[in-house]
Protein backbone atom coordinates (compact mmCIF):
# COMPACT_ATOMS: atom_id res chain seq x y z
CA UNK A 1 0.00 0.00 0.00
CA UNK A 2 1.56 3.03 -0.96
CA UNK A 3 1.47 6.67 0.59
CA UNK A 4 -1.20 7.47 -1.57
CA UNK A 5 -3.10 4.94 -1.02
CA UNK A 6 -3.43 5.76 2.52
CA UNK A 7 -4.21 9.29 1.88
CA UNK A 8 -6.57 8.41 -0.73
CA UNK A 9 -8.61 6.71 1.87
CA UNK A 10 -8.64 9.29 4.54
CA UNK A 11 -9.75 11.41 2.26
CA UNK A 12 -12.61 9.62 1.24
CA UNK A 13 -13.64 9.34 5.03
CA UNK A 14 -14.61 12.70 5.59
CA UNK A 15 -15.48 13.46 1.81
CA UNK A 16 -18.09 16.20 1.58
CA UNK A 17 -21.11 15.67 3.72
CA UNK A 18 -20.22 12.38 4.45
CA UNK A 19 -19.56 11.05 7.52
CA UNK A 20 -18.85 7.45 9.51
CA UNK A 21 -21.11 5.16 11.44
CA UNK A 22 -19.34 3.31 14.49
CA UNK A 23 -21.10 0.35 15.36
CA UNK A 24 -18.36 -1.40 16.73
CA UNK A 25 -19.29 -1.96 20.40
CA UNK A 26 -17.55 -4.56 21.88
CA UNK A 27 -19.79 -7.37 22.90
CA UNK A 28 -20.15 -6.85 26.61
CA UNK A 29 -21.39 -3.00 25.46
CA UNK A 30 -23.64 -3.97 22.73
CA UNK A 31 -24.85 -6.08 25.72
CA UNK A 32 -25.58 -2.87 27.86
CA UNK A 33 -27.39 -1.26 24.69
CA UNK A 34 -29.50 -4.66 24.26
CA UNK A 35 -30.00 -4.82 28.01
CA UNK A 36 -31.68 -1.01 27.83
CA UNK A 37 -34.21 -2.12 25.28
CA UNK A 38 -35.08 -5.67 26.41
CA UNK A 39 -33.32 -7.38 23.23
CA UNK A 40 -31.14 -10.72 24.24
CA UNK A 41 -27.12 -10.28 23.44
CA UNK A 42 -26.94 -13.81 21.08
CA UNK A 43 -24.78 -13.81 18.57
CA UNK A 44 -27.58 -14.27 15.78
CA UNK A 45 -29.46 -10.89 17.57
CA UNK A 46 -26.11 -8.84 17.10
CA UNK A 47 -25.78 -10.16 13.56
CA UNK A 48 -29.51 -9.50 12.65
CA UNK A 49 -29.07 -5.95 14.44
CA UNK A 50 -26.04 -5.00 12.24
CA UNK A 51 -27.39 -6.21 9.42
CA UNK A 52 -30.39 -3.88 9.46
CA UNK A 53 -28.23 -1.00 10.08
CA UNK A 54 -25.90 -1.89 6.68
CA UNK A 55 -28.34 -2.72 4.25
CA UNK A 56 -30.23 0.52 5.02
CA UNK A 57 -31.22 1.84 1.37
CA UNK A 58 -29.16 4.84 0.07
CA UNK A 59 -26.45 4.80 3.69
CA UNK A 60 -24.03 5.72 1.29
CA UNK A 61 -25.22 8.76 0.53
CA UNK A 62 -24.09 10.49 3.90
CA UNK A 63 -21.60 7.58 5.28
CA UNK A 64 -18.65 7.22 3.72
CA UNK A 65 -17.26 4.60 6.05
CA UNK A 66 -18.65 2.10 9.52
CA UNK A 67 -16.48 0.89 12.16
CA UNK A 68 -17.14 -2.45 12.95
CA UNK A 69 -16.01 -5.04 16.23
CA UNK A 70 -13.76 -8.06 15.24
CA UNK A 71 -17.42 -10.65 15.20
CA UNK A 72 -18.75 -8.05 12.48
CA UNK A 73 -15.92 -8.09 10.32
CA UNK A 74 -16.76 -12.15 10.00
CA UNK A 75 -20.16 -11.88 9.25
CA UNK A 76 -22.73 -12.10 6.48
CA UNK A 77 -26.30 -11.07 6.11
CA UNK A 78 -28.99 -13.85 6.43
CA UNK A 79 -28.74 -14.52 2.72
CA UNK A 80 -25.22 -15.22 2.89
CA UNK A 81 -23.69 -11.81 2.07
CA UNK A 82 -20.68 -10.87 3.91
CA UNK A 83 -20.95 -7.62 5.29
CA UNK A 84 -17.85 -6.11 4.00
CA UNK A 85 -19.37 -6.85 0.48
CA UNK A 86 -22.33 -4.96 1.16
CA UNK A 87 -20.69 -2.24 2.67
CA UNK A 88 -18.12 -2.06 -0.81
CA UNK A 89 -21.28 -1.94 -2.86
CA UNK A 90 -22.35 0.75 -1.20
CA UNK A 91 -19.18 2.97 -0.58
CA UNK A 92 -18.84 2.58 2.51
CA UNK A 93 -15.39 1.53 3.55
CA UNK A 94 -15.57 -1.06 5.82
CA UNK A 95 -13.61 -0.25 9.14
CA UNK A 96 -12.37 -1.99 12.52
CA UNK A 97 -12.19 -1.46 16.03
CA UNK A 98 -8.75 -2.94 17.06
CA UNK A 99 -8.11 -1.95 20.80
CA UNK A 100 -8.56 -4.36 23.33
CA UNK A 101 -10.80 -1.91 25.81
CA UNK A 102 -9.41 0.91 28.39
CA UNK A 103 -8.15 -1.12 31.56
CA UNK A 104 -6.81 0.73 35.25
CA UNK A 105 -3.56 2.00 34.60
CA UNK A 106 -1.34 0.66 37.72
CA UNK A 107 -0.18 3.18 40.20
CA UNK A 108 -3.07 5.43 38.93
CA UNK A 109 -6.54 5.13 40.32
CA UNK A 110 -9.30 5.92 38.44
CA UNK A 111 -7.75 6.31 35.14
CA UNK A 112 -7.43 4.08 32.24
CA UNK A 113 -4.94 3.12 29.92
CA UNK A 114 -6.17 1.54 26.14
CA UNK A 115 -4.19 -1.81 26.01
CA UNK A 116 -3.52 -4.16 22.68
CA UNK A 117 -0.85 -3.71 20.90
CA UNK A 118 0.58 -7.16 21.66
CA UNK A 119 0.23 -9.33 18.61
CA UNK A 120 -1.89 -6.24 16.61
CA UNK A 121 0.69 -6.36 13.92
CA UNK A 122 -0.76 -10.33 12.78
CA UNK A 123 -4.17 -8.96 13.63
CA UNK A 124 -4.20 -5.99 11.41
CA UNK A 125 -2.38 -7.73 8.17
CA UNK A 126 -5.57 -10.41 8.92
CA UNK A 127 -8.49 -7.74 8.45
CA UNK A 128 -6.68 -6.35 5.73
CA UNK A 129 -7.06 -9.26 3.96
CA UNK A 130 -10.77 -9.42 5.51
CA UNK A 131 -11.26 -5.86 3.72
CA UNK A 132 -10.73 -3.25 6.38
CA UNK A 133 -9.59 -0.31 5.11
CA UNK A 134 -9.51 2.07 8.48
CA UNK A 135 -9.05 1.02 12.35
CA UNK A 136 -9.87 2.59 15.55
CA UNK A 137 -8.26 2.63 18.71
CA UNK A 138 -10.17 5.15 21.89
CA UNK A 139 -8.12 6.53 24.01
CA UNK A 140 -10.12 7.20 27.35
CA UNK A 141 -9.30 10.35 29.80
CA UNK A 142 -11.02 11.10 32.51
CA UNK A 143 -11.34 14.33 34.14
CA UNK A 144 -11.50 14.44 38.42
CA UNK A 145 -10.15 15.29 41.38
CA UNK A 146 -6.13 15.48 40.38
CA UNK A 147 -7.10 13.93 37.12
CA UNK A 148 -6.00 13.18 34.59
CA UNK A 149 -2.17 12.86 35.08
CA UNK A 150 -0.22 13.66 32.82
CA UNK A 151 1.39 10.16 32.68
CA UNK A 152 -2.56 9.17 31.99
CA UNK A 153 -2.12 11.45 28.99
CA UNK A 154 1.34 10.76 27.46
CA UNK A 155 0.68 6.74 27.99
CA UNK A 156 -2.53 6.99 26.26
CA UNK A 157 -0.98 8.85 23.32
CA UNK A 158 2.18 6.88 23.24
CA UNK A 159 -0.37 3.26 22.48
CA UNK A 160 -1.96 5.63 20.20
CA UNK A 161 1.21 6.53 18.43
CA UNK A 162 2.41 3.12 17.98
CA UNK A 163 -1.03 1.95 17.19
CA UNK A 164 -1.16 4.28 14.39
CA UNK A 165 2.45 3.13 13.07
CA UNK A 166 1.60 -0.32 12.67
CA UNK A 167 -1.80 0.67 10.89
CA UNK A 168 0.10 2.85 8.66
CA UNK A 169 2.89 -0.59 7.99
CA UNK A 170 -0.08 -2.56 6.88
CA UNK A 171 -1.72 -0.11 4.80
CA UNK A 172 -4.51 0.98 7.28
CA UNK A 173 -5.70 4.61 7.99
CA UNK A 174 -5.51 4.55 11.59
CA UNK A 175 -8.57 6.66 13.28
CA UNK A 176 -6.97 8.15 16.86
CA UNK A 177 -9.07 8.62 19.05
CA UNK A 178 -8.66 10.37 22.56
CA UNK A 179 -12.05 10.72 24.13
CA UNK A 180 -11.87 13.55 27.12
CA UNK A 181 -14.94 11.62 28.76
CA UNK A 182 -18.12 13.52 29.59
CA UNK A 183 -18.49 12.76 33.00
CA UNK A 184 -18.53 15.06 35.66
CA UNK A 185 -19.07 18.37 37.04
CA UNK A 186 -16.35 19.62 35.22
CA UNK A 187 -16.70 23.35 33.11
CA UNK A 188 -16.68 24.11 29.87
CA UNK A 189 -13.34 25.53 30.31
CA UNK A 190 -11.61 22.78 32.51
CA UNK A 191 -12.71 20.00 29.06
CA UNK A 192 -10.51 23.09 26.81
CA UNK A 193 -7.97 22.06 28.72
CA UNK A 194 -7.77 19.03 29.39
CA UNK A 195 -8.55 18.50 25.80
CA UNK A 196 -6.03 20.88 24.36
CA UNK A 197 -2.99 19.10 26.43
CA UNK A 198 -4.14 15.74 25.23
CA UNK A 199 -3.94 16.45 21.48
CA UNK A 200 -0.59 18.24 21.78
CA UNK A 201 0.44 15.04 23.58
CA UNK A 202 -0.99 13.27 20.56
CA UNK A 203 0.08 15.02 17.62
CA UNK A 204 3.80 14.96 19.77
CA UNK A 205 3.56 11.00 19.88
CA UNK A 206 2.47 10.53 16.35
CA UNK A 207 5.95 13.08 15.38
CA UNK A 208 7.95 11.04 17.05
CA UNK A 209 6.77 7.92 15.81
CA UNK A 210 6.93 8.96 12.13
CA UNK A 211 3.49 9.09 11.62
CA UNK A 212 1.82 9.77 8.15
CA UNK A 213 -0.66 12.67 9.33
CA UNK A 214 -1.99 12.44 5.54
CA UNK A 215 -2.84 9.30 6.30
CA UNK A 216 -4.28 9.34 9.61
CA UNK A 217 -8.14 10.77 11.02
CA UNK A 218 -8.57 12.32 13.96
CA UNK A 219 -11.85 10.99 16.33
CA UNK A 220 -11.97 13.86 18.60
CA UNK A 221 -14.49 14.39 21.41
CA UNK A 222 -16.24 17.98 21.42
CA UNK A 223 -14.87 20.47 24.06
CA UNK A 224 -18.39 20.58 26.60
CA UNK A 225 -19.40 21.15 29.94
CA UNK A 226 -19.12 18.23 32.19
CA UNK A 227 -22.55 16.16 32.51
CA UNK A 228 -23.18 17.15 36.11
CA UNK A 229 -21.78 20.77 35.86
CA UNK A 230 -24.66 23.32 36.98
CA UNK A 231 -24.02 25.37 34.34
CA UNK A 232 -24.17 23.86 30.52
CA UNK A 233 -22.69 25.70 28.00
CA UNK A 234 -24.64 26.43 25.10
CA UNK A 235 -24.58 25.32 21.17
CA UNK A 236 -22.27 27.98 19.88
CA UNK A 237 -19.69 28.46 22.93
CA UNK A 238 -19.43 24.56 22.29
CA UNK A 239 -18.69 25.03 18.69
CA UNK A 240 -16.78 28.44 18.95
CA UNK A 241 -14.41 26.30 21.64
CA UNK A 242 -14.07 22.77 20.43
CA UNK A 243 -12.62 25.01 16.97
CA UNK A 244 -10.62 27.35 18.94
CA UNK A 245 -9.07 24.16 20.62
CA UNK A 246 -8.28 21.85 17.79
CA UNK A 247 -6.87 25.30 15.89
CA UNK A 248 -4.44 25.31 18.34
CA UNK A 249 -3.33 21.62 18.66
CA UNK A 250 -4.09 19.62 15.60
CA UNK A 251 -1.82 20.46 12.30
CA UNK A 252 -3.01 21.59 9.05
CA UNK A 253 -2.07 18.69 7.23
CA UNK A 254 -4.33 16.12 8.52
CA UNK A 255 -7.14 14.95 5.83
CA UNK A 256 -9.91 15.56 8.47
CA UNK A 257 -11.48 15.22 11.98
CA UNK A 258 -14.40 13.36 12.51
CA UNK A 259 -16.26 13.70 16.36
CA UNK A 260 -17.57 11.00 18.63
CA UNK A 261 -21.46 11.49 20.03
CA UNK A 262 -20.17 10.60 24.12
CA UNK A 263 -23.58 10.84 25.50
CA UNK A 264 -24.63 14.20 23.82
CA UNK A 265 -28.13 13.62 22.92
CA UNK A 266 -29.14 13.12 18.94
CA UNK A 267 -29.67 17.13 18.17
CA UNK A 268 -27.12 18.32 20.43
CA UNK A 269 -24.89 16.14 18.41
CA UNK A 270 -26.13 17.43 15.01
CA UNK A 271 -25.72 20.82 15.89
CA UNK A 272 -22.95 21.28 17.70
CA UNK A 273 -21.06 19.87 14.66
CA UNK A 274 -23.53 21.92 12.17
CA UNK A 275 -22.76 25.10 14.13
CA UNK A 276 -18.95 24.58 13.91
CA UNK A 277 -19.21 24.07 9.47
CA UNK A 278 -20.74 27.78 9.82
CA UNK A 279 -18.25 28.90 11.42
CA UNK A 280 -15.92 29.79 8.08
CA UNK A 281 -13.04 28.76 6.51
CA UNK A 282 -10.95 26.25 8.59
CA UNK A 283 -7.96 23.53 7.96
CA UNK A 284 -9.59 20.32 7.32
CA UNK A 285 -13.19 19.04 7.22
CA UNK A 286 -15.34 18.32 10.33
CA UNK A 287 -17.71 15.46 10.10
CA UNK A 288 -18.69 12.97 12.39
CA UNK A 289 -18.45 9.18 13.52
CA UNK A 290 -21.05 9.02 15.76
CA UNK A 291 -22.37 5.18 17.68
CA UNK A 292 -24.98 6.21 19.73
CA UNK A 293 -26.18 9.34 18.32
CA UNK A 294 -26.90 7.46 14.47
CA UNK A 295 -28.36 4.28 16.59
CA UNK A 296 -30.06 5.36 19.46
CA UNK A 297 -33.72 5.73 18.35
CA UNK A 298 -33.12 2.93 15.50
CA UNK A 299 -32.32 0.40 18.20
CA UNK A 300 -35.50 1.49 20.16
CA UNK A 301 -37.97 1.40 17.32
CA UNK A 302 -36.34 -2.02 16.10
CA UNK A 303 -36.28 -3.97 19.92
CA UNK A 304 -39.88 -3.59 19.40
CA UNK A 305 -40.39 -5.79 16.80
CA UNK A 306 -37.02 -6.77 15.51
CA UNK A 307 -37.83 -8.24 12.14
CA UNK A 308 -40.99 -6.72 11.90
CA UNK A 309 -39.47 -2.87 12.54
CA UNK A 310 -36.50 -3.18 9.89
CA UNK A 311 -38.07 -0.65 7.68
CA UNK A 312 -38.88 2.05 10.45
CA UNK A 313 -35.64 1.25 11.74
CA UNK A 314 -33.40 2.06 8.79
CA UNK A 315 -35.65 4.90 7.90
CA UNK A 316 -34.84 6.31 11.36
CA UNK A 317 -30.70 5.38 10.40
CA UNK A 318 -31.33 7.01 7.10
CA UNK A 319 -32.26 10.35 8.80
CA UNK A 320 -29.87 10.16 11.22
CA UNK A 321 -27.12 10.18 8.26
CA UNK A 322 -28.74 12.51 5.91
CA UNK A 323 -28.87 15.49 9.24
CA UNK A 324 -25.67 14.71 10.23
CA UNK A 325 -24.28 14.77 6.61
CA UNK A 326 -26.23 17.91 6.20
CA UNK A 327 -24.69 19.30 9.21
CA UNK A 328 -20.96 18.05 7.90
CA UNK A 329 -21.51 20.74 5.50
CA UNK A 330 -23.13 23.41 7.68
CA UNK A 331 -26.58 23.08 6.15
CA UNK A 332 -28.56 21.17 8.60
CA UNK A 333 -32.07 22.92 9.69
CA UNK A 334 -33.28 21.98 13.04
CA UNK A 335 -36.76 20.12 12.56
P1 LIG B 1 -20.37 7.46 20.59
O1 LIG B 1 -20.69 8.38 19.43
O2 LIG B 1 -21.55 6.72 21.10
O3 LIG B 1 -19.58 8.18 21.66
O4 LIG B 1 -19.42 6.33 20.03
C1 LIG B 1 -18.42 6.64 19.16
C2 LIG B 1 -17.28 5.73 19.37
O5 LIG B 1 -16.92 5.00 18.48
C3 LIG B 1 -16.58 5.76 20.64
O6 LIG B 1 -15.39 5.06 20.53
Known sequence: MSIDQLAETAQAMVAPGKGIIAIDESTATIKKRFDGVGIECTEENRRAYREMLLTTPKLGDYISGAILYDETLRQSTKAGVPFTKVMMDAGILPGIKVDMGAKPLAGFPGELVTEGLDGLRDRLK???????????????????????????????????????????????????????????????????????????????????????????????SMVVSGKDCPEQAGIEEVAELTLRCLKSAVPATLPGIVFLSGGQSDEHATAHLNAMNQMGAKPWPLSFSYGRAMQSAALKLWSKDMAGNVKSAQDTVFARARDNGLAAMGQWKKG
Not at 170 to 185: F, N, R, W
Not at 190 to 208: D, H, K, M, N, Q
Open 126 to 220: EYGRLGARFAKWRAVITIGEDMPSGTCIDANCHALARYAALCQEAGIVPMVEPEVLMDGDHDIDTCYEITEVTLRSLFGALYEHNILLEGTILKA
